[in-house]
């Protein structure tokens, strides 16, 4: 049986799921705060089910708006993803995303869990193979 996709639009940015657990993301434009509201409604809907790692294409991205991002800081659960992996970024996008990982860091309460781990490769074939060797270390800390 093949595995069941859903797929989303919000602005112009699409999305679509891969079970078990992948989020695939094209970024296109500027993220707005309408956008990065229903984006923190789609990460909790597929979070509060079950982990997932997210593999973002970078290539057609802008920025994010500050009350987007604030919004993002405030609401993205760490515990809802294994993993980012963006592919085609600009150091734009990089500055971004540690940008927006050094608040969560800074405002993590203890107990809470570590940050999300994010990483930046060239293509999506690459994101793929990085992909296997996240979940094959998770696999042995399972063990």
């Known amino acids: 049986m093949a595995p069941i996709q859903r797929k989303w639009t919000i602005g112009r940015n699409t999305f679509h799921f891969e079970a078990p657990d992948l989020l695939w993301a094209k970024w296109k434009g500027e993220?707005?705060?309408?956008?990065?509201?229903?984006?923190v409604k789609l990460?909790?809907?597929?979070?509060?089910v079950?982990?997932?790692?997210i593999l973002g294409d970078m290539e057609e991205a802008g920025g994010i708006e500050a009350e987007a991002r604030r919004y993002i800081n405030e609401h993205v659960r760490q515990e809802w993803m294994l993993g980012i992996i963006y592919f085609k970024t600009r150091l734009l996008h990089r500055a971004i995303a540690?940008?927006?990982l050094?608040?969560?860091e800074m405002t993590r309460s203890e107990g809470d869990p570590p940050s999300t781990k994010i990483y930046f490769v060239?293509?999506?074939?690459?994101?793929r193979e990085l992909l296997v060797?996240?979940?094959?270390?998770q696999e042995e800390h399972r063990v």
């Open 43 to 48: 990460y909790r809907e597929l979070g509060t």
């Open 102 to 104: 050094l608040a969560a």
């Open 31 to 39: 993220c707005s705060l309408d956008e990065a509201r229903l984006l």
């Open 98 to 100: 540690k940008g927006l």
């Open 122 to 127: 060239s293509t999506r074939d690459r994101a």
């Open 133 to 137: 060797q996240l979940r094959a270390r």
């Open 50 to 53: 079950r982990p997932f790692f």
